[in-house]
């Protein structure tokens, strides 16, 4: 038997993995493993599928392998949207929870979501805009957030609270709120909550106040590259004219605009989801739960903390900050803490992402009622999360559906554990 | 064909009549979606079919085949699209029926048996299964693939040593005949809901979805099929480690044993597997050359060039995993392994080390259970060369078919099935990422035709696969069952609206036949 391969070939993506869109998108060989769970984890026929999309509409168009031969066509002249009434709206339902990406990587180095992410900056270049989107785009350039709320009220939630206001005073850790905690009345707690317990733990703390804008990320996802890039810039300058070393935040899409993309647009900080942060002090001693909280929940990963913010290096596990929520909530003191079918990288999405929340929202809510669904089946009370977005959908899914499962921050239980 | 020509309108509205127009697509971005998969020739498909429609049940399939007879247009039918090739457009006004709302799920515990609609896959029956103590035999296409059109196509499957050919594994069915009939068989055909036996008075009906390929949906469309499940020693969760794709599953060591057994030529390998097969040892048993020990494994390209430099793969030479399942007891395995270290021994093979084994076993082996992630094989753009050991890496099939036949050793993967009284010789090959050309697609076919008497000839008992209507293939191998294939096509589907050109192509023998003719009275004429 020979040893060496006596006819080597000459394409260099027989050896090495390097991104190219087309190239991604024809090595798509329609396995439909994009439209399910890793079957090693399947727990039940019933919650055994990962792309809310697919699950909903069912045909294969509105699925990751569906946007393979969308891009191909679109990239070859073949398809336009001028042809197609459906055709953004297929591009665009996608929630970019990046599931489909997950599973595809069980399979082969290819990177599905990049794929579609590319596609739909596209098509924003090309001028293929969804008329849905531009309320949002609207709220960002008048008023810079993705909630319709006025720039002069971002500050609200942090009303009364004692913290530096890092236009006027330098820190070493930027709490950044984000836009649904700045503007959602019923999560301000969250975000008092986390500068409370970022200041009791010792930090330097401050926050940028009104002056905190968007992140960037909803625009990203949603294909608006050069939004994305302006607050990219505009945080970064803010942070560094404030003397910040740290971002800490309590909310997953900007947690992956910080960690994931933001050091493309040359940041150096140091980020931090919060309960990455507790779960350094809980290992380390420096804090301990000592109050009871009985109750029994569910964790919810958010997407763009969980698979989402893995780095992506071929073969190598796709990681996201799975361990660290789950870690907080075991220590609990009278906790009961039980997990769903669907965790991790197989996480079904709560369906706010991407833009589908605000320019979908039938299909964003039947897709939280889904994972309501779900964790009302582990029997659990209450359905925790570590993300603004995943918890507000859930919320709302659960009040159409008349559930009586609770929706809780992890930081709810946090502080009331210390 | 213009989607706004008259015929494509009548159809159309025809089609939401009957199942509402939530599920009646024409638009070009969700038909651009039913044109290809990664295997050869679906690349150079040319066509997108013009309809795709979402059927609720058998009822509202047996509308649109009615329909397709009533208005005369070609339809298929694909679920998960795994084999998609094989539904792909192939003329006008074709509509692709998807039957992804048809996914019940009924398993009989006592009966040991599965009811499955088409949209339901192989990791859910697995999972539901072996929560009862039972386990269904998944193909090398994935847990993700339909279970029920694995049973009527194709059907290896990893277990298939111990469990059979998928499509002798059918117990009662329902199927819509290519005129709208309702077929039912077994004891449904008796006037019972029960699907527990296949067989009924006369020839047996099953006979429509066996064969290697099954018809395609040539003969009918099949709607809901009760396959045997099987007894399962293991746990009803999958033990499982770490986060995709390094994951881990290591299956109860009382019960499950894996073995990897290496010999130096593909048919000192087959001499094993025909020892082991003639002993009645193991439930998972298969041949491998190294390029395949390599997708299994190997998460990345980079892994694969790393650990094939380093001579990985080669340690394993032409490997034989043997997994012994204690399905009766603990004592079954020790029995099992006791008997085929002595077959090891006697047939010249020799345990793969023990470094390879340990880290090769808890990531690939317990896949034999659910999910082999074949479809690794197609990440590296030109596919699992076929040739010695793996030895030739080409860019394109017309390279492949210049290289090939200078190589002896054709082995990739070969599975004895039915404890060796069958076998299969899977030979892959893909195109390079270039050639995705008419020229290609040619290429592949005349490299088949011109390999596969050879493989026939010196290597196996049974034939391989060839990917072609029978006209095509039978005819190179000597038998008439084209012929015979025709009439029944022809008797069942007079208007050749089912899948036509698929499995056999009528239109295609009556052109070659009337040419025949033309020619022949031409030169009578001439003379």
């Known amino acids: 038997m020979e040893e060496k391969p006596v006819y080597v070939s000459k394409d260099p993506r027989m050896y090495k993995y390097s991104y190219d869109m087309r190239a991604v998108a024809e090595d798509c060989v329609r396995c439909s493993n994009c439209k399910w769970m890793d079957p090693w984890e399947m727990q039940s026929k019933q919650f055994s599928k990962i792309c809310p999309m697919n699950t909903h509409y069912l045909a294969d168009a509105f699925s990751s392998q569906g946007r393979m031969d969308l891009t191909l066509a679109i990239l070859d002249g073949k398809l336009d949207p001028d042809d197609s009434p459906l055709l953004l709206d297929i591009i665009y339902n996608c929630d970019t929870c990046g599931g489909c990406d997950a599973m595809c990587k069980r399979n082969g180095d290819r990177e599905v979501l990049r794929v579609t992410l590319d596609l739909r900056a596209k098509l924003v270049e090309d001028g293929q805009l969804l008329p849905q989107h531009m309320v949002v785009l609207e709220s960002l350039r008048r008023e810079d957030n993705t909630m319709m709320g006025k720039r002069a009220d971002r500050a609200q939630w942090a009303e009364g609270l004692e913290v530096k206001e890092l236009t006027q005073e330098k820190a070493e850790v930027a709490f950044h709120a984000g836009c649904h905690i700045s503007y959602n009345e019923e999560l301000w707690n969250v975000g008092r909550t986390a500068v409370k317990l970022l200041q009791k733990f010792g930090l330097d703390v401050g926050i940028m106040g009104k002056d905190e804008t968007c992140c960037g990320c909803k625009a990203y996802d949603m294909g608006y590259r050069g939004e994305y890039t302006k607050y990219a810039e505009n945080n970064i300058e803010a942070w560094k004219t404030a003397g910040v070393k740290t971002v800490v935040t309590a909310c997953a899409d900007c947690y992956w605009a910080f960690k994931k993309m933001y050091p493309e647009n040359g940041s150096t900080f140091e980020v931090y989801h919060i309960v990455e942060y507790i779960a350094k002090l809980l290992e380390e001693g420096a804090i301990k739960f000592t109050n009871s909280v009985p109750a029994k929940v569910t964790y919810h990963d958010p997407c763009h903390l969980g698979r989402r913010a893995a780095d992506y290096i071929p073969g190598e596990p796709l990681m996201g900050v799975y361990d660290a929520p789950r870690e907080i909530l075991r220590r609990i003191p009278g906790l009961t803490f039980v997990e769903m079918e669907r965790i991790k990288e197989n996480a079904w999405c709560c369906g706010a992402g991407g833009g589908v929340y605000e320019a979908f929202p039938e299909h964003s809510q039947w897709t939280a009622s889904q994972r309501i669904e779900e964790a009302a089946a582990t029997g659990a009370e209450a359905i925790v999360s570590a993300c603004p977005w995943c918890e507000n959908n859930f919320a709302e899914a659960a009040a159409e559906n008349e559930s009586p499962l609770q929706v809780l921050d992890i930081l709810n239980l946090v502080d009331k554990a210390l | ?527």
């Not at chain 2, 056999?504 to 009337?514: L, Q, S, T």
Request: overall charge negative.
């Open chain 2, 1 to 527: 064909m213009p989607i706004d020509d008259e015929r494509h309108d009548e159809i159309l509205d025809a089609l939401i009549e009957e199942l509402g127009e939530d599920y009646v697509f024409d638009d070009p971005a969700v038909v651009e979606c039913y044109r290809r998969e990664g295997q050869s020739p679906s690349y150079t498909t040319p066509m997108n079919p013009e309809f795709v429609v979402l059927p609720e049940n058998t009822e509202d399939i047996q509308k649109i085949v009615r329909l397709a007879n009533r208005l005369d247009f070609p339809y298929s039918v694909s679920s998960t699209g795994t084999l998609g090739a094989y539904a792909a457009a192939l003329k006008s006004h074709w509509c692709w029926i998807d039957p992804k709302r048809m996914n019940e799920l009924h398993i009989d515990e006592k009966n040991m048996y599965a009811v499955v609609e088409p949209y339901v896959s192989h990791a859910q029956v697995s999972v539901e299964a072996r929560k009862k103590g039972l386990y269904n035999a998944n193909p090398s296409a994935g847990g993700q693939t339909s279970c029920l059109a694995n049973h009527v196509a194709l059907g290896t499957q990893t277990s298939g040593y111990r469990t059979g050919r998928a499509n002798r594994n059918i117990l009662g069915l329902e199927m819509v005949l290519p005129d709208g009939e309702i077929l039912r068989t077994g004891t449904l055909a008796m006037g019972q809901d029960e699907f527990f036996w296949g067989e009924g008075p006369g020839p047996d009906l099953r006979g429509f979805v066996r064969s290697h390929l099954g018809h395609l949906g040539a003969l009918g469309i099949v709607t809901k099929v009760a396959v045997k499940l099987f007894p399962w020693p293991g746990p009803a969760m999958l033990p499982t480690e770490g986060v995709a794709p390094q994951k881990k599953c290591v299956l109860p060591d009382d019960r499950f044993r894996w073995h990897l057994i290496r010999y130096d030529t593909t048919l000192e390998g087959i001499e094993g597997l025909r020892a082991i097969s003639k002993a009645e040892i193991g439930s998972v048993v298969a041949l491998f050359g190294p390029w395949n020990m390599s997708h299994h494994y190997s998460t990345s390209r980079e892994e694969h060039w790393k650990l094939w430099d380093e001579g990985w793969f080669h340690r394993f030479g032409y490997c034989v995993l043997v997994g012994i399942w204690g399905v009766t007891s603990e004592k079954q395995v020790d029995y099992e392994e006791k008997v085929l270290e002595i077959l090891v021994e006697k047939t010249g093979g020799k345990p793969v080390d023990k470094e390879l084994t340990d880290k090769w076993i808890p990531h690939v082996a317990a896949r034999n259970v659910i999910d082999p992630l074949a479809s690794r094989a197609q990440r590296i753009p030109t596919g699992i060369p076929p040739a010695q050991g793996g030895g030739i890496v080409y860019d394109s099939l017309s390279d492949g078919k210049r290289l090939i036949p200078d190589h002896d050793d054709l082995a990739a993967w070969i599975v004895p099935i039915d404890l060796g009284h069958f076998a299969m010789h899977a030979v892959f090959a893909a195109p390079g990422a270039g050639d995705k050309s008419k020229e290609a697609e040619e290429a592949m076919k005349a490299w088949q035709m011109a390999a596969f008497p050879k493989i026939l000839k010196e290597q196996v008992a049974e034939a391989g696969v060839i990917g072609g209507p029978l006209h095509m293939v039978a005819p190179a191998f000597g038998s008439c069952q084209h012929t015979m294939a025709e009439k029944i096509k022809k008797a069942l589907d007079p208007k050749n609206v089912a899948n036509p050109g698929r499995f056999i192509n009528v239109e295609a023998m009556e052109a070659a036949r009337k040419a025949a003719a033309e020619k022949a009275q031409q030169e009578k004429e001439n003379a």
